[in-house]
């Protein structure tokens, strides 16, 4: 199960990404927001990464206007891993090396065929471990000293 959600600003890439990974097979809950209406993004990455981190979801996908606004937001959340994307190279490596537990995407940014190549790009990597754990767990130090 993936998680997906966005602000008005990510709101049609939202829609072309769910239907891609639809094609793919891939199930997916949607956290909203469904309409053009202004909303935070805070709050929709507050609906998305709790789904992550209790396991209910493998992965998670956030798109605002620029992608920047969802992205901070979510990695304040404790053992959140948000990398904002714009290419499917950045996109691979964030899992192999920082084992990303979200994307995120900019909705007046990336048009929807990068976007899925993104996408796809992501789920497709594995995450390498090896000296790329003891990274993520210095960075899960830095969570937990705070
Ligand atoms: C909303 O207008 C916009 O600020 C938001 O989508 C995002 O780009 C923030 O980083």
Known sequence: MI????????LELKESVIKHLKDRGF??????TYTSDSVDYPDIAAKVCPEVLNGSCEFGILICGTGIGISIA????KGIRAALCSDP???AKTK????ANVICMGGRVTGPDLANTIV???????FE?????NRIRKITDIENNQ
Do not use: P, T
């Open 96 to 99: 192999e090396h920082n084992n």
């Open 120 to 126: 796809d790009a992501y789920i497709d990597a594995k």
């Open 3 to 10: 998680a997906i959600g966005c602000d008005h600003g990510g």
């Open 129 to 133: 471990g090896g000296r790329h754990q």
């Open 74 to 77: 979510a990695n304040k959340h």
């Open 27 to 32: 199930e997916v809950k949607d956290f909203g």
């Open 89 to 91: 190279y950045s996109a």
